[in-house]
């Protein structure tokens, strides 16, 4: 596609239901990071996959947040046991490049996730 | 740890007036910053990228500036429009952390 896309837009979750979100990065881009944003805030970053290796996850806020992308293109964030303060808009982006030093990212519309 | 502020957080102007928003963050350390504007509901949109050589960058009526010495970037939008309202948010990128300011949020009434 053009864009990076996401899927789903909206998603609720009950409280401590499991939810996976997905991300379909520019057809092509090596780098694709994920990122948390809370309402009236900035985006606050998760991890960061070079092709399939993830190469950074030092964001993720607890070890109930995992991320994957097995064949270094599509990438899912899985929460577990999902909580009140885990709703925000998850946002993805992508890069031609390599790394964070000369890098221009293309973002998704995001997912957001209301959890009750 | 790392922190990059955007000031004001919200902001009103009258269509046609220039605006100004301010982006400052407390380590000089700096690989590139980038300028994005979200719409509601929308995802991020790049307006510019100033790599950590540069000073400024300029698309249009938008102009960026980055002072590294003083942890500073300035965004001027020149004779605003009611398209231009929408949350203005500032990136910088250095070492292996992405941070984000908190945004700018603009309403320019017609």
């Known amino acids: 596609g053009a864009g990076v896309s996401q899927s789903p837009r909206y998603k609720v979750a009950k409280r401590g239901q499991d939810v996976a979100l997905r991300c379909d990065p520019i057809?092509?881009?090596?780098?694709l990071f994920w990122y948390q944003q809370a309402l009236g805030q900035g985006p606050e970053f998760l991890t960061y996959f070079q092709n399939e290796a993830q190469l950074d996850k030092s964001g993720l806020p607890s070890d109930r947040f995992f991320a994957e992308r097995p064949e270094g293109s599509v990438s899912t964030l899985k929460i577990q046991r999902t909580q009140q303060e885990d709703s925000a808009v998850y946002l993805c982006a992508s890069s031609s490049k390599v790394g964070l030093k000369v890098n221009e990212q293309f973002f998704g519309p995001g997912t957001r996730l209301t959890v009750l | 740890k790392q922190e990059v502020t955007q000031i004001p957080a919200a902001l009103s102007v009258p269509e046609g007036e220039n605006l100004v928003l301010n982006c400052s963050f407390t380590d000089s350390a700096i690989y590139n910053l980038q300028w994005f504007r979200q719409d509601p509901g929308k995802g991020l949109t790049s307006l510019l990228l100033i790599q950590s050589s540069q000073r400024e960058q300029t698309s249009g009526r938008l102009n960026a500036s980055l002072d590294k010495s003083s942890g500073r970037s300035t965004l001027y939008i020149a004779a605003s429009q009611p398209g231009d309202s929408a949350t203005y948010l500032c990136?910088?990128?250095?070492?292996?952390?992405?941070?984000f300011g908190g945004g700018t949020r603009v309403l320019v009434k017609p």
């Open positions: 057809s092509g881009h090596v780098s």
């Open positions: 990136y910088k990128a250095a070492g292996n952390k992405l941070t």
